[in-house]
Structure formats: C-alpha cells, structure tokens
C-alpha cells in the first residue's frame, strides 16, 4: 500500500513562497511520475506541475515561471516551491505519484491534500 504524506500547506499572503514536499512509502519499488495536482473550490482537480523519474517537468501554464518542481528520487521525495503566490492558487494541493508495479505498468496514488489560501 502506497502512501504519499504531504506537508507545507498554510495561509499566506498575496506575494509570499510556500513550499509543499511529499514523501512515499514505496515498498521497495519506484516511482515514476510525481507530481502536485489542485482542487479550487466548485472546480475539478487540475494538474499543477509534474516531474517524471528522468527530471522532465510539464506545469500548467498559470504556475509557469512561479511555481517549480523537483524530486529527490532516493528519498521517494517531491517537492514544489511556490513564489509570488495569488489569491486565485488557493485550493486544496494534492500529491501525486506513480509506483512501478512491472515495466510498463505503474498505479497512481494521491496523498490526503494540504490547504493553501493566499489572502490578498
């Protein structure tokens, strides 16, 4: 069983830095994929950033140039560090991985969620 646990959410204001790391229990496997993903309220999950095991990152476009990710594979660590924060980045932040079951086949977990609000 999976377990990603998440830390760094709170309050902050408009301008400030968060940063949220997560951390996997793997079982002795690998992740591939690692990832942060949101939820703002009344709207659906959306990709934040992503990072694959080859350090390849994909962000979404309203994050780009302010929010940057990094992994620290010997750990089963992902982290994302957020700057010059907005009201509108609040949302519930979840973390994403997938562990490698075989080549080619992995199963995605999500950890709990961290709340983030920005104050304007």
């Known amino acids: 069983q999976v377990q990603l646990v998440e830390s760094g959410g709170g309050l902050v204001q408009a301008g400030g830095s968060l940063r949220l790391s997560c951390t996997g229990s793997?079982?002795?496997?690998?992740?591939?994929?690692m990832g942060w993903f949101r939820q703002r309220s009344g709207k659906q999950r959306e990709l934040v950033a992503i990072?694959?095991?080859?350090?390849?990152?994909n962000y979404a476009d309203s994050v780009k140039a302010r929010f940057t990710i990094s992994r620290d594979s010997a750990k089963n660590t992902v982290y994302l560090q957020m700057n010059s924060l907005k009201p509108e980045d609040t949302a519930v932040y979840y973390c994403?991985?997938?562990?490698?079951?075989?080549?080619?086949?992995?199963?995605?977990?999500w950890g709990q969620g961290t709340q983030i609000t920005v104050s304007s």
């Open positions: 994403y991985a997938q562990l490698q079951i075989q080549p080619g086949v992995s199963r995605p977990s």
């Open positions: 793997s079982g002795g496997g690998s992740f591939n994929a």
């Open positions: 990072i694959t095991s080859g350090g390849n990152t």
